[in-house]
Structures are given as C-alpha cells and as structure tokens.
C-alpha cells in the first residue's frame, strides 16, 4: 500500500508539473502570436478589426452607404500612409478655428446650415467632436495631395483618384505592410 501511495504521489507531481509547462507553453504562444483581432501591420502599426469596423459603421452611418472589409482595410491603410507622408512633407493639420470655417464654407456652398446637417446626421457633441478630427486629417491630406498631385480634382476627378490609387500603391511598396487572417 506505501508502494501504491508513492507511486500516485509520483504521477500527481508529475501531472502538475505537465500541466505548469502546458500553461507556461500557452502564455508564451499568446504572447508571441499575433492577437487575433490585428488584420494588418502597417510599419510596426497595428490596424485591429475593431478599426475597420468603426470605419465601415462610421461610413454607413454618416454617408449611408456600406463599405466591405477589404475596402474599409484599404481605406485606412492609404489614410494612414497618406496623412503620414503629408506630415513629413510639412503640411501641419489645420487648426480647430480653420476646420470649423471650412467646413462652414462646405456646407454654406450646398446651401446647409451646420445645424441643420447635424441634425440630418444625428450628430451629437461627441460624434461632431469626431467628425472634425477626421475632417481636420483629410484637410491634411488634401493639402499635401495638392502638391504632388498634377491634375485638378474638379477638372477631372476620375483622373485625380486614379493618381491618388497611384500613389498610395507606391508609398504601400514603400512601407512595411503585412496583412493578417486572410486578408
């Protein structure tokens, strides 16, 4: 019977110390492994699907129209290459005074109040707060696409977008993009 004791008392030391090193093996799998949510690293930069969802809710919620994954992906991939290549080209963001004025002149061009759009919107303080912050971004980056790229935007928007598709496929050749879970 001693024999049968210490013979289990051996197995019971052995399965806990199989069970601290599948613990330990997992914790370090976890956190060498990409977290699951990260659909793509762009230069060290984690672009989670949390992202791309805010995006394609954002999209559909104040413009009313549906953006898949892959485009939604995309957008804030360009987004970021562009708004990064514009700041290292010494284009500063406007401030919040300029953002406001410009976006007052937008509206008043389609004849609407800034009232009445943000009431079309559903607009509340933090969702206008948000919505300037972005705008403020692509005010940026409209700057900078201004200056490199040779075709006007109202003289020929077709022609401008395929320049600026061009341009972000040559900054993505540039950067360090590695997309992740099937993208």
């Known amino acids: 019977m001693a024999l049968e004791l210490r013979n289990w008392k051996v197995i019971a030391a052995i399965a806990g110390i ?95 109040t800034p009232e009445s759009w943000r009431a079309l919107l559903g607009f509340d303080d933090s969702d206008y707060a948000e919505y300037l912050r972005l705008y403020r971004r692509q005010l940026t980056i409209e700057s900078y696409l201004k200056t490199v790229i040779d075709v006007d935007k109202e003289e020929d928007e077709e022609l401008f977008f395929e320049k600026v598709r061009e341009l972000v496929e040559d900054l993505k050749s540039q950067a360090n993009l590695e997309y992740r879970s099937g993208q």
């Open 18 to 112: 199989v069970a601290v090193v599948a613990v330990a093996i997992v914790l370090i799998l976890q956190s060498i492994a990409p977290p699951d949510n990260v659909v793509a690293i762009l230069d060290g930069e984690e672009i989670t699907r949390e992202d791309v969802e805010q995006l394609q809710e954002r999209q559909w919620e104040w413009y009313g129209f549906s953006m898949d994954e892959d485009e939604a992906l995309e957008e804030i991939i360009a987004d970021k290459l562009l708004y990064r290549e514009a700041a290292r080209e010494g284009h500063v963001p406007p401030t919040e005074e300029e953002t406001e004025r410009e976006l007052q002149a937008r509206l008043a061009a389609m004849n609407v």
